[in-house]
């Protein structure tokens, strides 16, 4: 029996590999590596082992991590824990979708070009929308060449924005439209209720300049803004535009930013069939009203379906890609070179399978679950939740009464009991340095409750 395996180095040629990388030992591969964080002693591996005592051994050692779902996760502000039917992943693990990248030539790409149709006018139809592109890379993103887009059909160069929307948005914003010159006005928030404040808004665009208004509904805190018409038709009167970011699941039950006179849409994709995934990929919505100049305007790429010559048959073709890699630079409207084809059709098959009433059913559960947990936390007498006054969806901010952790060693504290919760709103907000924020979906069960609840009434 040989003494090492044939696909593993063995001395001879592992002195051979060290000699030409100039090292005298492997350790000194490893250098960068602080000391105390190294393994010491050899590593406990048994063995041999067949493959499936090896897929045990593996399972169980991963079982004891803290990590969801072993752990709940009760975090949002962005990415949400969302239950995924099992059909999604397995449409999207389809060769034809799974290996597909770029629907170039229609011809021989018609099923990808028809999955993400249906996803553009599934988005359409979501929002109330006219014309949504075929995905981009995140919220953030979308929210960013919204404002871009706002500022050239506007030719004016100040966004106004809520300071009640979430931190990376606001930021990628920035990034953004200053280079092109574009500055961003924030709105402030109402400290009581979390809502953005209007009359700021009508200060604010008394400026001639101003291209867009930019809020959330619901806002970064989980809070539904009650003035999101007036919001709308404030800017109509200014000559701005007026742009909606969503998180999707919560237009089971309110208004789609159409039927308010939203001119964009955008928002994230991930809660409609994407996981968790360590916070990626996600899944940028992007979605316009039909004026032709919106829709040339609009960045990403847009499928179109077609009939065939003798008009007897269906076809699907991109019929817009206003992308720097197809027309001249200076004329291109984003710089994004791809989209998100394969979150947008998980996405896509998450929605046609829920149908209206399952996605109306999964928002009613979500604010139930939601109101409860609070609720829960409140009655501990140690916490004052919900922590602003106005209505709230899947997110809510809450705050600790008297003495204990709160903030940034609150949630220390619970992940220390395996429980991932109370996102320190102190790291967005110097104002709200002592709150905390919790998130509840439709996939959260009494088991987590109970173990947020205790490790909260525990610390």
């Given amino acids: 029996m040989k003494k090492y395996s044939h696909l593993l180095p063995n001395d001879k040629y592992l002195n051979q590999m060290l000699t030409s990388m100039g090292i005298s030992s492997v350790d000194e591969l ?19 082992m067949g493959q499936m005592e090896i897929e045990r051994k593996f399972r169980d050692a991963l079982s004891t991590d ?9 975090l949002g502000g962005g ?24 629907s170039y030539q229609p011809e021989i790409s ?30 953030p993103t979308a929210a960013a060449e919204a404002v871009r887009m706002a500022m050239r059909i506007t030719k004016k160069r100040r966004v106004v924005v809520s ?5 990376e948005r606001r930021k990628v914003i920035e990034t953004y439209i200053e280079p092109a010159g574009g500055k961003v006005v924030e709105l402030p928030f109402n400290a009581e209720t979390g809502e953005t404040e209007l009359h700021e808004a009508e200060m604010a665009l008394a400026e001639q300049d101003v291209a867009a208004i930019y809020i959330e509904q619901p806002n970064f805190f989980g809070v539904i803004e009650s003035r999101v018409r007036e919001f709308s038709e404030l800017a109509k009167r200014k000559g701005a535009l007026f742009i909606v970011g969503v998180e999707p699941t919560s237009l089971g039950i309110l208004e789609a930013p159409g039927n308010y006179g939203a001119d964009i849409m955008v928002g994230e994709g991930q809660p409609l069939g994407i996981s968790m995934s360590y916070g990626g990929p996600s899944l940028g919505i992007f979605a316009a009203k039909g004026d032709l100049n919106f829709i040339r305007q609009m960045p990403g790429r847009i499928i179109g379906l077609t009939s065939e010559k003798d ?25 994004i070179c791809t989209n998100q084809a394969l979150m947008a059709i998980a996405a896509a098959s998450y929605i046609a399978l829920l149908g209206k009433e399952g996605f109306i059913r999964l928002a009613k559960t979500i604010v139930a679950n939601s109101h409860y947990v609070s609720k829960r936390i409140e009655e501990t007498g140690r916490y004052i939740s919900p922590f602003f006054t106005s209505e709230f969806y899947s997110d809510f901010a809450f705050a600790r009464k008297g003495e204990g952790p709160r903030g940034h060693e609150l949630f220390e504290k619970l992940a220390s009991k395996g429980v991932h919760a109370a996102l320190p709103l102190g790291w967005f ?24 609840t205790k490790a909260l009434l525990e610390v």
């Avoid at 070009?113 to 981009?136: P, R």
């Avoid at 300071?163 to 931190?167: D, P, Q, V």
């Avoid at 104002?431 to 509840?440: G, P």
């Fill in 30 to 48: 490893f250098t960068d590596i602080p000391h105390e964080a190294r393994l010491k002693g050899k590593l406990n591996v048994s063995g041999p």
């Fill in 66 to 74: 803290k990590v969801h779902p072993s752990s709940p996760c009760f």
């Fill in 79 to 102: 990415i949400w824990p969302h239950y995924i039917p099992a059909a999604v992943n397995h449409i999207i693990s389809r060769s034809e979708f799974y290996t597909s990248y770029t």
């Fill in 110 to 139: 018609q099923g990808v070009l028809q999955a993400l149709f249906e996803y553009q006018s599934l988005i359409c139809e979501l929002g109330n929308m006219d014309a949504a592109n075929a995905s981009m890379y995140d919220w």
């Fill in 163 to 167: 300071a009640a929307s979430g931190f």
């Fill in 311 to 335: 008009g007897k048959g269906k076809g699907y073709v991109m019929v817009l890609q206003t992308r720097e890699q197809h027309i001249r630079r200076e004329k291109a409207t984003s710089n």
């Fill in 429 to 452: 907000y110097n104002e709200l340095k002592e709150v905390n924020m919790i998130s509840v979906t439709e996939a959260h069960n009494m088991r987590d409750v109970e173990l947020l």
